[in-house]
């Protein structure tokens, strides 16, 4: 009679990104030949074993079957007690927000008329892209200039003096694709609301900085671009916790995009600082700055941006 050993062993591996497994197998088989006389006893072994099998599966779909019954049961009464015309619904369901479970945010309540207001005008400047050929824009990116640095003479719209201040490249307008417009107006905001700040910041001027430092103007089109995303922005009402909040912090201050867009600047350059990190390492900087923004925005006590513990970095 014939018996096989089987072991499995698994490996997990990184490359490239991906997960790769691995499976091992070895097997020992024994082939003696089965002895004389027992035969027979071998086939009333089987039939008795497919017998037990076949009452294992039948007793299977019975507890299948019972466990729907009492799952769709327990639903029909969830939908009863809990539906929206019963009393007992409108007691214990919460007036204000709802857990959705599927994807695990946040239903937020209705907006206030103020609300609505200040989240579409957000919404209107998020969507308008950088557009190099607008005399409005135009005039925005001089503007920086002279705010960044007002004892210099404004260059050209294209001139290599922009890299000072952390463009890319010559042409400041090829470096909007992710931020657009609001990116340059978070920009204008910061060196106007907080200057100080502003300076220290461009200018690098706080603690023991890298040989390959972030390049100050690029950062800030991707700190818009992470408020965007972190606030829930894109969707019709935000519904993340993070995103309720900002609700919340907007209907006090029209502007509280922008201000949070200043505060999340300085966590940046201070997290840049803690972790001593150079160029290649900005993503991750970054990321640990949403975290902290986050992790800071869910603290119970805040009603304003002035609250927020990183708000005192701003001078």
Not at 190 to 208: V, W
């Amino acid at each position: 009679m014939s018996s096989r050993t089987l072991r499995r062993r698994l490996h997990h591996g990184d490359v490239d990104g991906k997960s790769r497994e691995h499976f091992e197998t070895s097997g020992t088989d024994s082939l003696s030949e089965p002895l004389l006389g027992e035969h027979d006893r071998s086939e009333r072994l089987s039939t008795l074993e497919d017998i037990w099998e076949d009452k294992k599966k039948e007793q299977l779909h019975w507890t299948s079957l019972f466990s729907q019954l009492i799952a769709q049961w327990a639903q029909w009464l969830a939908n009863i007690v809990l539906g929206s015309g019963s009393l007992i619904g409108r007691l214990i369901s919460l007036p204000s927000i709802a857990l959705n479970r599927e994807n695990n945010r946040i239903l937020p309540p209705s907006l206030s008329p103020l609300q609505e207001e200040r989240l579409r005008n957000l919404r209107h400047r998020l969507e308008v892209p950088f557009d190099s050929f607008k005399t409005e824009h135009q005039d925005a990116l001089k503007q920086l200039w002279t705010l960044a640095y007002p004892d210099r003479k404004l260059p050209g719209l294209i001139s290599e003096l922009w890299k000072e201040m952390g463009w890319q490249g010559a042409d400041p307008s090829t470096d909007f694709r992710g931020g657009g417009f609001i990116s340059l107006e978070n920009l204008i905001f910061f060196a106007q609301k907080y200057p100080e700040s502003f300076q220290r910041l461009l200018h690098k001027e706080n603690g023991i900085r890298a040989e390959w430092e972030y390049p100050f103007a690029v950062a800030g089109i991707n700190i818009s671009f992470m408020l965007a995303q972190m606030l829930d922005l894109q969707a019709e009402i935000p519904s993340s916790s993070t995103g309720i909040r900002f609700l919340q912090l907007l209907e006090e201050d029209e502007m509280a995009f922008d201000n949070l867009y200043c505060i999340a600047f300085e966590m940046m350059d201070a997290q840049w600082l803690a972790k001593r990190a150079s160029y290649m390492e900005f993503n991750d900087v970054l990321k640990a700055t949403r975290t902290q923004l986050e992790r800071e925005l869910a603290l119970e006590d805040i009603s304003s941006v002035k609250d927020l513990p990183a708000y005192n970095l701003l001078r």
